[in-house]
């Protein structure tokens, strides 16, 4: 409880930020999972929808102490940003938008930068010791920040590279799949996870079956974590539902960023608002509470059930080697995020320029924030220079920003 409750509370700045911090606190620090079990979760959790870096978390802890570890280590890891969230949506829905608390995060994110920096260093010399891995590596960055191809098309070919390019003897596993392990969380979760939705239709509730039904259909189709789905999000959430305003949405993004937890947690603060705006304090409470219920809760069941067959695929030649090849994926991927995290840091204004079949992120540089530029830089001397814990940094980088948003 100790250990993800710190990693929950610490967990800024997106999935390549909160990978590179479990990697660090499970790997590095505690021991408590070897590099290869490491990345051969993170590239099962790769493949399940929903937020990866939770489920990464929830499979950390299934392994150590089983369905109620995964319980704890999963919970822990959301419910401090909902906590955070919660308060944030009670404050701006009160008072507008919230500068002083955005000001803080920024000190924040420029330490994420650095984090994940280390952390696709430490990658690169981990998970990608072959030739070809290296240059999947490379093609799934530029086919994810230049060419924007979808996320499960880029997993796919490098799981079916893989595949098709091992050379081990193939022979089948040596023990049996693991159905009496993988089939009572099916049973059990499902009526859990709908159990929410299914009364607020008894009771006519319509807003809030709604609001289930929507976030439900939302954990199922998010592949690749939040950043593959917020488009279509925020698309059916202003244009279609007129729940909330484009400047409401831009402000409910900006703040889940700078918040712990996994940036789905957005859902959340989307329902507060949408509540509110329906019927009052009351209605965005239950919003809310709906929304994490229907997002989190299949998460769970993917991980209780799917975690007993990664040993068992391990012991097949070919699946090895297309998880060894989704591994090198997921390097570029993040890679491709902390791009992106790090130019919507540094840059206020950004806009995408299409060149044939080239989506080319543009920063306008009229609009660099030198305050973003230089909290990074500190936090690259206090992290990289002066190796401080990374509790400390945070604390003193979020005590930075907010004293140059005062001023």
Not at 276 to 295: D, F, K, P, R
Not at 342 to 350: K, M, P, T
Not at 360 to 385: K, N
Request: hydrophobic share 60%.
């Amino acid at each position: 409880m100790r250990l993800f409750a710190r990693i929950g509370c610490l967990s800024f700045g997106g999935p390549a930020a909160q990978i590179a911090l479990m990697h660090k606190e499970l790997v590095e620090d505690a021991k408590l999972m070897s590099e290869a079990e490491f990345l051969k979760a993170l590239s099962f959790c790769m493949l399940l929808p929903g937020p990866e870096a939770m489920q990464l978390a929830t499979y950390a802890g299934w392994t150590l102490r089983g369905a109620v570890g995964g319980l704890i280590a999963g919970l822990l890891f959301v419910v401090p940003g909902a906590i955070v969230i919660t308060c944030l949506a009670g404050l701006y829905v009160s008072f507008g938008d919230v500068p002083l608390v955005q000001a803080a995060f920024v000190g924040i994110k420029a330490a994420v930068i650095i984090i994940v920096a280390q952390a696709i260093l430490r990658l690169l010399k981990n998970a990608l010791n072959r030739a070809d891995h290296r240059l999947i590596a490379v093609l799934a960055f530029v086919a994810l920040f230049l060419f924007n191809l979808p996320f499960p098309v880029v997993i796919g070919v490098a799981a079916l590279y893989g595949a098709l390019a091992c050379r081990d003897r193939i022979e089948g596993p040596t023990n049996s799949l693991p159905w009496s392990k993988a089939v009572p969380p099916v049973l059990i979760g499902l009526p859990v996870w709908v159990l929410p939705v299914a009364v607020a239709w008894l009771f006519g509730a319509h807003f809030l079956t709604e609001i289930g039904l929507f976030f439900s259909w939302l954990a199922v189709v998010t592949f690749g974590g939040a950043y593959a789905v917020l488009a279509y999000m925020t698309q059916i959430v202003v244009t279609e539902f007129g729940w909330l305003s484009t400047p409401q949405m831009i402000d409910a993004l900006g703040l889940a960023e700078t918040t712990p937890g996994p940036l789905i947690l957005v859902t959340q603060f989307v329902s507060i608002l949408a509540g509110y705006g329906e019927s009052g304090w009351g209605m965005a409470g239950l919003a809310g509470l709906m929304t994490l219920w229907v997002t989190f809760v299949p998460c769970f069941i993917w991980i209780f059930a799917g975690a007993p067959f990664i040993d068992w695929l391990d012991q097949m030649p070919r699946i090895r080697a297309a998880l060894a090849a989704v591994t090198a994926a997921v390097v570029g991927v993040i890679a491709s995020l902390s791009v992106w995290f790090a130019a919507h840091v540094w840059f206020a204004d950004l806009s995408i320029s299409d060149a044939g079949p080239l989506r080319i992120l543009t920063p306008d540089w009229t609009s660099l924030d030198l305050r973003a530029v230089a909290l990074t830089a500190l936090s690259a001397v206090l992290m990289l220079g002066l190796n401080w814990p990374l509790g400390r940094a945070l604390v003193v980088l979020a005590g930075a920003g907010a004293l140059i948003g005062l001023v």
